[in-house]
């Protein structure tokens, strides 16, 4: 353990994201499981003030804890590890999954199967993000990935065939994972003939406009862990198409050079 005080340093505060996000939570229930975090805050703002303030941070050799995500770019771009958390409270893998509104499979079967299909893998999202992140549009970069991999995509798009202006209205938050998948998916149905339009909520209406049935979709359902209230409130009214990514993560993160390891190392 480190003589460092990163509680004072830090004016025990955790950079938190969107009030609304799943990690968000998951902190604040961190704050009142762990004695060492006694007396901390989750500061909320945004992911994009987040990311930024962890590159500032970095940039001085600073201590920071920031609720963090993977897959994600900070991971590519810094060297970053998560604080181990003993008592579980961030839970273990979490998967992104795809949710639909009821009735879409019998009115777009072709829209209904490719959000069925759409499944990919961390490497994959984290190069689109990663594009993002250093300066491309987002629906470029979903362009430039689709075209690198039409191999995933075929099979995404398979046993479906191309239609004429159907419309399809996707649903995201603008988290950088869901920045990058959505454009993704949004752009194979747009070359599949669909007219897409994509709306950034924040999460609980996200996830409410899918079970009331005024968009077509998501591709942000975080679970079981990090979005389980909102699935077990709104699962009855949705259909659930699966995982389209395993192997996510939730947690405290903090820069490698920090002399802490655990969240149990951080001073109250
Ligand atoms: N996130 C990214 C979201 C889910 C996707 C971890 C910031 C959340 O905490 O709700």
Redesign the pocket.
């Known amino acids: 353990e480190g003589e460092a005080n990163y509680g004072e340093q830090l004016d025990y505060t955790i950079t938190g ?1 969107e009030a609304g ?4 939570a998951a902190a604040q229930d961190a704050v009142k499981e762990y004695d060492s975090l006694a007396g901390w805050e989750v500061s909320t703002s945004s ?1 994009g003030a987040m990311a930024t303030a962890l590159g500032d941070a970095i940039e001085n050799e600073e201590p920071i804890v920031v ?1 963090g ?1 993977s897959p994600h770019w900070k991971f590519e771009k810094y060297d970053l590890k998560y604080l181990k958390d003993p008592k579980g409270v961030f839970g273990e893998a979490e998967k992104i999954k795809t949710m639909v509104r009821k009735g879409l499979k019998e009115d777009k079967p072709n829209a209904y199967k490719i959000l069925d299909q759409f499944k990919w893998s961390s490497e994959d999202i984290q190069s689109v993000m990663l594009d993002i992140n250093e300066g491309t549009a987002p629906e470029e970069a979903a362009k430039a990935w689709i075209e690198k991999n039409q191999d995933k995509v075929s099979s995404w798009t398979k046993g479906t065939e191309k239609v004429d202006g159907k419309s399809v209205e996707l649903v995201y ?1 603008n ?1 950088d ?2 920045i990058a998948s959505t454009n993704v998916v949004a752009e194979v149905l747009k070359q599949q003939g669909f007219d897409v339009t994509i709306t950034p909520l924040n ?1 609980g209406p996200m996830w409410e406009a899918v079970a009331e049935g005024e968009v077509t979709g998501m591709v ?1 359902a ?1 679970l079981p862990g ?2 389980g209230d909102l699935y077990a409130e709104y699962k009855d009214s949705l259909v659930d198409l699966g995982a389209n990514l395993k192997g996510a993560k ?1 947690g405290l993160v903090v820069p490698s050079y920090m002399d802490v390891e655990s969240i149990e190392d951080l001073q109250p």
């Open positions: 994201i996000a799943g990690v968000v992911s609720t995500w938050v988290w994972t869901e999460n942000a975080w990090t979005h939730i």
